[in-house]
């Protein structure tokens, strides 16, 4: 099993920027494939973006295309999203979450963090 800890989210103003960071415990992580998800208030969960287990293949919704960038070291455990120009639409609770297959499905990812809150005001 792997343990995932989220952390690096914040209270922030429209176009700032966060770096979220997803470390794990356990279980080695390089066998994983690693994506974030995101769930605001009154919705469901959604996919947010995903990568493979090199870091040589990243995909994202498309809502944050351009904007937000995925990405791991496997040396250190840890996948990160880097979220730039954010918007008030981007606040919500981001959750790392570690797969045994590339997915854009809550439901194929089997460890996930405890989340981490980004709030973007206008």
């Known amino acids: 099993q792997v343990q995932l800890v989220g952390s690096g989210g914040g209270l922030v103003q429209a176009g700032d920027s966060l770096r979220l960071s997803c470390r794990a415990s356990?279980?080695?992580?390089?066998?994983?494939?690693m994506g974030w998800f995101r769930q605001a208030p009154g919705k469901d969960r959604e996919f947010v973006a995903a990568?493979?287990?090199?870091?040589?293949?990243?995909f994202y919704t498309d809502s944050v295309k351009g904007r937000f960038t995925i990405s791991r070291d496997n040396a250190k455990s840890t996948a990160y999203l880097q979220m730039n120009a954010l918007k008030p639409e981007d606040t919500a609770v981001y959750y790392c979450?570690?797969?045994?297959?590339?997915?854009?499905?809550?439901?194929?990812?089997?460890?996930w963090g405890q989340g981490t809150q980004v709030t973007v005001s206008s």
């Open positions: 979450a570690a797969s045994t297959v590339l997915s854009d499905k809550a439901r194929e990812y089997s460890y």
């Open positions: 356990g279980d080695t992580f390089s066998p994983y494939y």
């Open positions: 990568i493979n287990l090199s870091g040589s293949y990243t």
